[in-house]
């Protein structure tokens, strides 16, 4: 069975401070992959990074940077310099053949960046 | 072009009718997946196929059921419609099993 905690239900901020949502996985496999989404206040999912269990490079891609460390089984996403614009709700989730690779999400972290 | 579409956006009826949401993606994914989203927020998948095939069936009520005529629709049909079908239901779609799931923009269904 797999699993994915985000214990961060709320977060909120100000405008340019930085900051880290939460993930926490579990997974008996060794091969898996891991994703943030993003859902607005409009409501789409957007898709934000895939990160394999493999690669436990740091990405950076602008304002955001994840952070994989499979010691700790965590995969936590930072938001630098927030911006009202990133207010949302942040779903981190897990993808492995144990449970026939569907996607199985966290709970989400409500982000409000207030201005 | 819409990558994967779904139909209607939203949706109300009465409890007791039977109502269909439609899924349709042009990206040429072998992978379809129906997921519910409750009131706070927690996404849970109810069904996936493969090529026509179902590969996923969670334990979701047998009221519910999923019909895909070829690898580019998924539909989701709901028999007598309950309360606590109250959702916003997604669609999504991924070409292999490494890959991130590609979401519709979601159907709001309102039983009342």
């Known amino acids: 069975a797999q699993k994915v905690t985000q214990a961060q239900t709320e977060i909120s901020v100000v405008e340019k401070e930085d900051v880290t949502l939460d993930c926490v996985y579990e997974?008996?496999?060794?091969?898996?992959?891991l994703f943030w989404y993003k859902q607005p206040p409009s409501g789409e999912l957007v898709f934000l990074i895939r990160?394999?269990?493999?690669?436990?490079q740091n990405e950076i891609s602008g304002r955001y940077s994840w952070n994989f460390q499979k010691s700790t089984s965590s995969f936590n996403f930072t938001i630098t310099a927030s911006q009202v614009v990133d207010s949302a709700v942040y779903f981190c989730a897990l993808r492995s053949g144990g449970s026939n690779y569907k996607l199985t999400f966290g709970k989400g972290t409500l982000l409000t960046v207030n201005p | 072009d819409t990558a994967v579409s779904q139909t209607p956006k939203y949706l109300v009826t009465q409890m007791g009718n039977d109502k269909s949401i439609k899924c349709e993606q042009n990206l040429g994914h072998d992978t379809m997946y129906w997921y519910k989203q409750d009131s706070k927020k927690f996404l849970k998948i109810m069904f996936s196929?493969?090529?026509?095939?179902?590969?996923i069936n969670e334990t979701v009520p047998n009221r519910f059921s999923p019909k895909s005529p070829d690898k580019a629709h998924l539909n989701l049909h709901i028999n007598s419609l309950e309360l606590g079908d109250s959702a916003v239901y997604f669609c999504?779609?991924?070409?292999?099993?490494?890959?991130?799931?590609?979401f519709g923009s979601g159907t709001r269904l309102t039983v009342v």
């Open positions: 196929y493969n090529n026509k095939e179902l590969i």
């Open positions: 990160r394999n269990s493999f690669d436990e």
């Open positions: 999504a779609s991924s070409q292999d099993l490494s890959d991130a799931y590609t």
């Open positions: 997974t008996r496999d060794t091969t898996y992959y």
